[in-house]
């Protein structure tokens, strides 16, 4: 696999000040994904690995220089439940970590917000730095996920999936997220190997998923009572239901693994997953989300017709034509 050629200036960490080109823009629009390979400072990258090692207590089993001690899942001694800081099975997610000035600066920099600017024009959100991270309200319901979208003034956090070592292999089976923003991006803070559990993405599943929302950025919610546990917080359309089984049936997701630096941007109605990671080495990545100013507003808009219409003119505009060569530079 060649490293996509930018031209451009770089900043004093090295970083590419590009924008996305014509042609990236299409592939987006075509496909819901975009990698951009070395667009975070393989120095901040580095200091985030730092940050995450620091936030391990002391005389943890799990050692930085000791990759055996890597593989998971983590021991019960080292397990945490906290949802700023989970450490549980193979995830481990430093929340705390998404609103520090290190995080911010480095996966809301300012060349990958001028990308994101690209693609959703208007005003972008701010992330606040030492804000409330992600996980401080706790789950969206009992028993539920993280509410990336509640009480969360940063990026969603480091997410880590340690190595499975002998776990038994899993298929691999896609969802979308229920909450409201417009773009997601993942960044690569050390170097993904194929299989390492890089995020994967179902190419063009955002056509496909959504016609079948009933609201235009939010996921219906129902309450969740112990009592009547038939409903759990999330209803999913029949239709919704039906495509996400086919792509699962019938769509290749492509994997994006790769260095340290490199990112992915996404749709927010993308089919994903977080990868299972077969390999000896941690994944480790930057997750955060990108909306505009205007989210509010656009929330409350039919969620049917051109689902282009909030994005930017150059969005809006683009065809979806683009070259086999960039289609393989993306793994398709
Ligand atoms: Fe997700």
């Not at 391990?56 to 019960?76: E, N, R």
């Not at 038939?230 to 919704?240: A, F, N």
Request: contains cysteine.
């Amino acid at each position: 696999m060649g490293r996509i050629r930018r031209q451009g200036t770089r900043d004093i960490q090295g970083v590419v000040l590009t924008m996305l080109n014509q042609e990236q823009i299409n592939f987006f629009k075509s496909n819901g994904y975009l990698l951009v390979p070395g667009a975070m400072a393989l120095t901040q990258c580095r200091k985030v690995r730092e940050l995450m090692w620091q936030a391990m207590p002391k005389g943890s089993a799990m050692q930085v220089d000791d990759l055996v001690s890597q593989i998971g899942p983590f021991k019960s001694e080292d397990e945490a439940l906290d949802a700023r800081h989970l450490r549980v099975g193979y995830r481990w997610l430093n929340r705390f970590l998404g609103v520090s000035p290190e995080v911010i600066s480095l996966i809301y920099s300012e060349s990958i917000c001028a990308m994101a600017q690209q693609l959703l024009g208007g005003q972008l959100r701010q992330a606040v730095a030492n804000g409330l991270p992600m996980g401080s309200y706790g789950n969206a319901w009992p028993g539920g996920p993280t509410d990336p979208a509640t009480g969360n003034e940063g990026a969603r956090g480091v997410y880590c999936t340690l190595p499975y070592g002998n776990k038994a292999k899993e298929p691999d089976q896609c969802h979308t997220d229920g909450h409201p923003f417009q773009l997601g991006v993942v960044g690569l803070i050390d170097d993904c190997p194929q299989d390492g559990g890089g995020f994967k993405v179902w190419p063009g599943s955002h056509n496909k998923l959504y016609p079948t929302f009933a609201l235009r950025y939010d996921q219906p919610r129902i309450p969740y009572y112990e009592h009547l546990p038939g409903y759990k917080g999330i209803v999913h359309s029949p239709e919704y239901l039906h495509e996400v089984d086919k792509l699962n049936s019938d769509v290749t997701p492509v994997e994006c693994w790769g260095e340290a630096g490199d990112i992915v941007f996404w749709h927010h109605r993308l089919a994903h997953m977080a990868g299972h990671n077969y390999t000896n080495s941690m994944r480790q990545a930057v997750l955060a989300d990108f909306w505009t100013t205007n989210l509010d507003q656009f929330r409350t808009t039919p969620a049917q017709g051109d689902m282009w219409r909030d994005w930017s003119e150059q969005v809006q505009l683009s065809s979806t034509d683009y070259s086999d060569e960039l289609a393989a530079l993306q793994r398709l």
